[in-house]
């Protein structure tokens, strides 16, 4: 079993930066696959960005792309989602997901459902 827990999020104003934190605990895989998805009110479930913990390999969503950044630190076994010139349409639930081993075509991690575990998200609110 593996545990996400995301932190980071808060209450800002449009042009601000963040950078949000998922700490995994639990099980260890060779090359696990690590992902960010958001949920906005109302809204279906949208993917960020990925990255895969091998070789540092990233996927983003075209709508994020230039302003977000996804890293990730192997000692610490968490992976940051930097988040630059903040809109207010950025305002959703940001969750962190993990898939055990990266045995999917690269771009199939934009897919909600090749993910096996997820956290259960941090708040980020952008006021304009």
């Known amino acids: 079993q593996v545990q996400l827990v995301e932190s980071g999020g808060g209450l800002v104003q449009a042009g601000d930066s963040l950078r949000l934190s998922c700490a995994a605990s639990?099980?260890?895989?060779?090359?696990?696959?690590m992902g960010w998805f958001r949920q906005a009110p109302g809204k279906e479930r949208e993917f960020v960005a990925a990255?895969?913990?091998?070789?540092?390999?990233?996927l983003y969503a075209d709508s994020v792309k230039g302003r977000f950044t996804i890293s990730r630190d192997n000692a610490l076994s968490t992976v940051y989602l930097q988040i630059d010139s903040l809109r207010p349409e950025d305002t959703a639930v940001y969750h962190c997901?993990?898939?055990?081993?990266?045995?999917?075509?690269?771009?199939?991690?934009?897919?909600?459902?090749?993910?096996?575990?997820w956290g259960q998200g941090t708040q980020v609110t952008v006021s304009s």
């Open positions: 639990g099980r260890t895989f060779t090359n696990p696959v």
């Open positions: 990255i895969t913990r091998s070789d540092d390999r990233t």
């Open positions: 997901a993990a898939r055990p081993v990266a045995d999917y075509p690269f771009t199939y991690y934009s897919r909600p459902q090749t993910y096996i575990y």
